[in-house]
C-alpha cells in the first residue's frame, strides 16, 4: 500500500471509491467533482492510497481560511474521505489521514476541520468535535415584510468572487468570531458562474441564493451595516409568491433571530464538526483572543503526529493575542490533540476533564483557560 498524490490519469478510478462509498453522482455533478479535484490534484491537496495501481482510497484538502475571535487562519477543510468497501477494517483510512496532516501542515494550514460521517476514525488521529452547522427554517413572507430604506443591490458574477470574499471577511474580522470560513476565490468563481445561483452585492453586503424543491435555499448572506442587512433579507423574501420558506445555515447569534417579530424560525437540521490543531503554536499565535484578557496559564501538550506541538508550554494572553512559548517547569493542565483542538474551540475545561480530555494541573487555572478561548463556534458552509 502507497500513499501518493492523485494523478490526473485516476479521476475515474477516484470517482468509483466515490460512487461506491456515497452514491452516484449526475453526469453534472460528475464534471463538477472532477473539476475540484483536477484543481486540488494541481495544487497538491489530492491524495489517495493506491494498492499497486489500483486506487483503494482518496482524500482532499481543502484550501480554506477560517476565522477563531476575529482573525483568519488557514484552515485545511478535510473532505471526500472515501475507502473502498472491500479495504474498510485495513487501517488504510487512518494511513491516509496520517499523511493528510502531514501535507496540510508542509502546505502551511495551521488547523483542519471536517463533517464526519462517523467520528471514531477522526478522533483516532486527532480530531474532536468543537462545533456545529444549523440550518434554520424561516417564513419566506416574514423576510418580505421587513421594513427598511432602500439599498441599491446589482447582479453578482464570477468578477465579483474576490468582492464577495472581501465582504463576508470584513463582517467576521468586526464581530470577532469563530468558525466561519472563507473558500479560495478560484471556488467562488466557479459558483457564481453557476446560473442557479443567484447572486446580489451591496456596497457593504452580499446574498446568494437559489430554488431547491419547496424552499428557497441562501448559502450566503452578510452586511456591514443593519439597512444592508435588511435589504438583503427583503431580497430573499421578495421570492415568497413562489416559496413559503427558506432554509439557511446561521450562527447562534445571528441578527436575523432579533430581527424577526415573532417566532418564525424551526431548526431543519444540526451537524457537529470536529477541529484539529495542526500546528498548535502557530495556531495559538495567529488566533484571536479577547482585549481584556490577561493569562498565564501552564499546558502540557502531547501530539504523537507533530513533535512540533508537544511538550511543557507556557500560554500567555495579553492585547487580544496569544503565544505558546517553551518553558521547562513543572506541572500544568495536560492536553493531548483532541483536548487542545476542544479547548481552541471553548470547550469549557470542567467538560474537557469530565470526558477524560484534560487532566491535571491547578484547577484555579480553569476559569482563565475558558475565559482566555471562550467562543462559540460554527459554520455555515458544507464541504
Known amino acids: 500500500?502507497?500513499?501518493?498524490?492523485?494523478?490526473?490519469?485516476?479521476?475515474?478510478?477516484?470517482?468509483?471509491?466515490?460512487?461506491?462509498?456515497?452514491?452516484?453522482?449526475?453526469?453534472?455533478?460528475?464534471?463538477?467533482?472532477?473539476?475540484?479535484?483536477?484543481?486540488?490534484v494541481d495544487a497538491g491537496r489530492q491524495l489517495a492510497a493506491y494498492d499497486g495501481s489500483t486506487v483503494v482510497a482518496t482524500a482532499r484538502i481543502n484550501a480554506f481560511g477560517q476565522w477563531w475571535g476575529g482573525r483568519r487562519l488557514p484552515m485545511a477543510g478535510i473532505g471526500g474521505v472515501v475507502v473502498a468497501p472491500e479495504h474498510r477494517g485495513s487501517g488504510v483510512g487512518s494511513a491516509l489521514m496520517r499523511a493528510v496532516l502531514e501535507r496540510s501542515r508542509e502546505l502551511g494550514f495551521l488547523v483542519s476541520a471536517l463533517y464526519p460521517a462517523t467520528t471514531a476514525p477522526y478522533r483516532a488521529v486527532g480530531y474532536e468535535i468543537t462545533g456545529t452547522r444549523r440550518v434554520v427554517e424561516v417564513s419566506t413572507e416574514a423576510l418580505r415584510r421587513f421594513s427598511g430604506e432602500p439599498v441599491r443591490l446589482?447582479?453578482?458574477?464570477?468578477?465579483?468572487?474576490?468582492?464577495?470574499?472581501?465582504?463576508?471577511?470584513?463582517?467576521?474580522?468586526?464581530?470577532?468570531?469563530?468558525?466561519?470560513?472563507?473558500?479560495?476565490p478560484l471556488e467562488v468563481a466557479v459558483d457564481l458562474a453557476d446560473d442557479e445561483i443567484l447572486t446580489y452585492l451591496a456596497d457593504d453586503g452580499v446574498v446568494s441564493y437559489a430554488f431547491a424543491g419547496d424552499h428557497l435555499d441562501v448559502q450566503t448572506l452578510g452586511a456591514a451595516s443593519t439597512s444592508t442587512l435588511r435589504a438583503l433579507w427583503r431580497l430573499v423574501g421578495s421570492g415568497s409568491s413562489t416559496r413559503s420558506s427558506v432554509r439557511v445555515a446561521l450562527g447562534p447569534h445571528d441578527p436575523l433571530f432579533w430581527m424577526l417579530p415573532d417566532n418564525e424560525v424551526a431548526v431543519h437540521q444540526t451537524q457537529w464538526w470536529m477541529l484539529r490543531?495542526?500546528?498548535?503554536?502557530?495556531?495559538?499565535?495567529?488566533?484571536?483572543?479577547?482585549?481584556?484578557?490577561?493569562?498565564?496559564?501552564?499546558?502540557?501538550?502531547?501530539?504523537?503526529?507533530?513533535?512540533?506541538?508537544?511538550?511543557?508550554?507556557?500560554?500567555?494572553?495579553?492585547?487580544?493575542?496569544?503565544?505558546?512559548?517553551?518553558?521547562?517547569?513543572?506541572?500544568?493542565?495536560?492536553?493531548?490533540?483532541?483536548?487542545?483542538?476542544?479547548?481552541?474551540?471553548?470547550?469549557?475545561?470542567?467538560?474537557?476533564?469530565?470526558?477524560?480530555?484534560?487532566?491535571?494541573?491547578?484547577?484555579?487555572?480553569?476559569?482563565?483557560?475558558?475565559?482566555?478561548?471562550?467562543?462559540t463556534p460554527y459554520m455555515t458552509d458544507y464541504f
Open 1 to 40: 500500500m502507497e500513499i501518493r498524490d492523485l494523478g490526473l490519469d485516476d479521476l475515474d478510478a477516484a470517482l468509483d471509491v466515490r460512487s461506491r462509498s456515497f452514491g452516484p453522482l449526475s453526469s453534472t455533478d460528475v464534471d463538477q467533482w472532477k473539476g475540484m479535484v483536477a484543481r486540488a
Open 154 to 184: 446589482r447582479r453578482g458574477g464570477p468578477e465579483d468572487a474576490a468582492e464577495l470574499t472581501r465582504l463576508l471577511a470584513a463582517g467576521y474580522q468586526a464581530r470577532r468570531q469563530s468558525g466561519p470560513f472563507d473558500w479560495d
Open 277 to 375: 490543531l495542526v500546528d498548535a503554536p502557530g495556531a495559538v499565535a495567529a488566533r484571536g483572543f479577547p482585549a481584556a484578557i490577561d493569562v498565564e496559564v501552564p499546558l502540557v501538550l502531547t501530539d504523537p503526529l507533530h513533535e512540533g506541538s508537544s511538550g511543557r508550554h507556557l500560554l500567555v494572553v495579553s492585547g487580544g493575542q496569544g503565544v505558546l512559548r517553551r518553558t521547562e517547569g513543572a506541572g500544568g493542565v495536560a492536553l493531548g490533540p483532541r483536548g487542545a483542538a476542544a479547548l481552541f474551540g471553548g470547550t469549557p475545561l470542567a467538560t474537557l476533564r469530565a470526558s477524560g480530555l484534560a487532566d491535571g494541573g491547578d484547577p484555579e487555572d480553569d476559569p482563565l483557560l475558558d475565559a482566555a478561548f471562550a467562543a
